[in-house]
């Protein structure tokens, strides 16, 4: 079965530092990776995704993932955060076997002064 | 409007009310989905839709009830909730199964 975990359900950072946001999926056969943010009182937008070819993904906002399939892993960063940047952000897999995509926790970013 | 709206934004019903969730999508697209979001839970998919015909129904209890009238309206009909049931209803919609969700704004439902 395909599965997504997020480590850390909180990361905080200061305005300025590096976010690093970490995912780990299991699959069986080849995955479609993305990552969706939350702001307050809204729905998932969606910040970039893997499919096939370069494995480094570049997305919206600054963000951009590394799909390291030895690693099984698929991790958010941004070289500089932004405190608009505060949010929750959700790693998920697109099972092909179950034919839904499957979400991680979520990790809420707190970015301050 | 584009991409994927949802009326109302905000409900409040008591447990013995008949209310309905609206989604609508302005993107083409031929699947839609209803998700719950739960304080503390990871996203639950609940329908799915697939040009029109429901494909996948996760154990939802029955005082849910899906309608996809056509390939850009989902509905959730609602009635006799319990207060378990107060959580963020988000509706998404994509090309077709395999291909990346678009989520609307969601409702936030509070069951007294």
């Known amino acids: 079965a395909q599965s997504v975990t997020q480590l850390g359900s909180h990361v905080s950072v200061s305005e300025g530092a590096l976010v690093l946001l970490r995912c780990n999926y299991s699959s069986s056969v080849p995955p479609y990776l993305f990552w969706y943010v939350q702001y307050p009182n809204q729905g998932l937008q969606l910040l970039l995704k893997?499919?096939?070819?370069?494995?480094l993904v570049k997305g919206i906002n600054g963000f951009e993932a590394e799909f390291k399939k030895s690693e099984t892993s698929f991790h958010l960063t941004k070289p500089s955060a932004h405190m608009s940047d505060a949010a929750e952000y959700f790693c998920?897999?697109?099972?092909?076997?179950?034919?839904?995509?499957?979400f991680g926790a979520g990790t809420r970013l707190a970015v301050h002064p | 409007e584009t991409g994927v709206t949802q009326t109302p934004r905000h409900l409040v019903m008591g447990m013995t009310n008949k209310k309905s969730l609206k989604c609508e999508q302005h993107?083409?697209?031929?699947?839609m989905y209803w998700y719950k979001q739960s304080a503390k839970k990871p996203l639950e998919l609940m329908f799915v839709y697939s040009l029109e015909e429901r494909v996948e129904n996760n154990s939802v209890p029955s005082r849910f009830s899906p309608e996809c009238p056509n390939s850009s309206h989902l509905f959730l009909h609602l009635h006799t909730l319990q207060p378990e049931d107060s959580a963020l209803y988000l509706c998404?919609?994509?090309?077709?199964?395999?291909?990346?969700?678009?989520f609307g704004p969601g409702t936030r439902l509070t069951v007294l």
């Open positions: 993107l083409g697209h031929n699947a």
């Open positions: 998404a919609s994509s090309q077709d199964r395999s291909d990346t969700q678009y």
């Open positions: 998920a897999v697109f099972s092909g076997g179950y034919n839904k995509l499957i």
């Open positions: 893997y499919t096939t070819g370069a494995t």
